[in-house]
């Protein structure tokens, strides 16, 4: 096929357009390493205004989102925020199997929040 016959690259999710490859999200491809576990009521902005974290841009088979990856006091989050998603929130994902038990805890200080401040955990974080 002549590369101007090409249509735009579709996601993964979608595929069938004319165009010999498909197209992810950063985000899309780096979630397949990490497990979403838990959820904070905070915007991700004020999050990153904090601690002075650049937020990117991305998407997922769901929406554009914004996230960013950090790592402090050994150990490794992603933040993300999805624009259709709850006002407010902020997803945290933990890269799969290289977290410890206290993820929460250390996230939780890190930015200056609360038990209170947890909305949503993921089952194998629930005590």
Do not use: Y
């Not at 101007?4 to 993964?12: H, R």
């Not at 914004?66 to 989050?77: D, H, L, P, T, V």
């Not at 925020?81 to 709850?86: A, C, L, N, Q, V």
Request: proline share 5%; charged share 25%.
């Amino acid at each position: 096929m002549a590369e101007g016959a090409f249509e735009p690259a579709p996601s993964a999710r979608w595929p069938g357009a004319r165009n010999p490859v498909t197209q992810f999200g950063l985000w899309e491809m780096l979630a397949t390493w990490c497990v979403h576990a838990f959820q904070v009521s905070r915007p991700i902005e004020e999050l990153a205004e904090r601690l002075r974290i650049k937020l990117e841009q991305s998407w997922d088979d769901l929406d554009g989102l914004s996230a960013a990856c950090i790592r402090g006091a050994g150990e490794s989050f992603a933040i993300v925020s999805h624009r259709g998603g709850r006002p407010g929130e902020t997803e945290v994902w933990l890269i799969k199997g290289e977290h410890g038990e206290n993820a929460e805890v250390v996230f939780l200080d890190l930015f200056g929040l609360s038990e209170q401040d947890v909305t949503w955990r993921a089952d194998h974080l629930r005590q």
